[in-house]
């Protein structure tokens, strides 16, 4: 019999990897930690020593291949860093992580609303277009089981916002939650960020061409472009996702340091903003579609 409950296996799913995204992020953090006090300890070594020098070179190597021709080692290259190179190399490969831990977390989202999707089509036929169904007639639909739906919904065009567009047009009230004045959230703009955050990652490997033309896209896929006239708020936030100085395209993600909680540093985490707000959007939906589907199977 079908019944609300199989709709809560996606969310389970989703939950489950977004905790072992969260674990991954959790241990970047400390292993990166855990060297950065290294060599901040090392620059205070030598520091101290007043025949070293701060910007010495302290580590190098060489990068080599073997010859597919004669079988002879080849170097491709040498390097050579110092302590504040490879601070700052620190840094930034830990954004990097943090970027494509970003990028798991939105295809996760991906995964989540396909499953979700083919369950809701699964309980209530009429929750779906017809153009979803393909060339079948609505007979032969009673009788697909949740494989079937699911093969559908990959077939799907423009996934995963047709999706939330379909949900947000069989469930209106969605809307209203999207834009959450008691958690002074905008779940489309955030939403639409983190998808072009993604795109941003996977082809350019985090860094924006045009940093005004990021902004634009963002907005507009939002909605509220405004000619332009951006909401204050909204860009703030969005600019609170770039890099300083060389970085100031780059899509930063790494933690900002706070005012001390007394003995304890505190920090300001952007990765966890996208990923705790992905969370709780996924919740909305989870709430709204549950509620739709269980007053549509009692009535």
């Known amino acids: 019999m079908k019944n609300i409950k199989s709709l809560q296996k996606a969310h389970v799913i989703y939950k489950q990897k977004a905790v072992k995204i969260d674990t991954y992020r959790s241990l970047t953090k400390s292993n990166t930690d855990s060297i950065h006090n290294s060599l901040i300890q090392q620059k205070e070594n030598i520091k101290a020593r007043k025949d070293l020098k701060e910007d010495m070179e302290i580590s190098g190597g060489c ?3 073997r010859s597919p021709l004669n079988g002879e080692m080849i170097i491709i290259g040498t390097h050579s860093s110092s302590i504040n190179e490879n601070l700052e190399a620190l840094k930034f490969h830990q954004n990097q992580q943090y970027q494509w831990l970003l990028t798991e977390v939105y295809e ?9 999707y083919a369950h809701i089509g699964y309980i209530d036929n009429n929750f779906w277009p017809l153009n979803d169904f393909g060339a079948i007639s609505f007979d032969e639909i009673e009788n697909k089981d949740i494989e079937w739906f699911i093969s559908r919904v990959k077939e799907k065009k423009g996934r995963p916002q047709s999706i939330i567009k379909q949900i947000r047009k069989k469930i209106p009230a969605m809307l209203h939650y999207e834009n959450n004045e008691l958690l002074t959230k905008n779940f489309k703009f955030i939403i639409n960020l983190i998808e072009s955050i993604r795109h ?11 940093k005004t033309d990021f902004i634009a896209k963002v907005f507009k896929d939002t909605g509220i472009f405004n000619n332009g006239n951006y909401d204050e708020d909204l860009l703030e936030y969005l600019n609170g996702f770039f890099g300083t100085g060389k970085y100031e395209n780059l899509i930063a993600l790494l933690e900002i340091n706070t005012d001390r909680m007394g003995p304890i540093k505190t920090y300001y985490s952007r990765f966890n903003e996208l990923f705790a707000n992905l969370c709780s959007y996924t919740i909305l939906i989870q709430e709204l579609v549950e509620c739709h589907l269980k007053d549509k199977l009692e009535n």
């Open 63 to 65: 990068t080599m291949c």
């Open 108 to 116: 996760n989202f991906e995964d989540y609303l396909d499953l979700l």
């Open 200 to 210: 941003i990652v996977v082809h350019n490997n985090g860094f924006v061409n045009q």
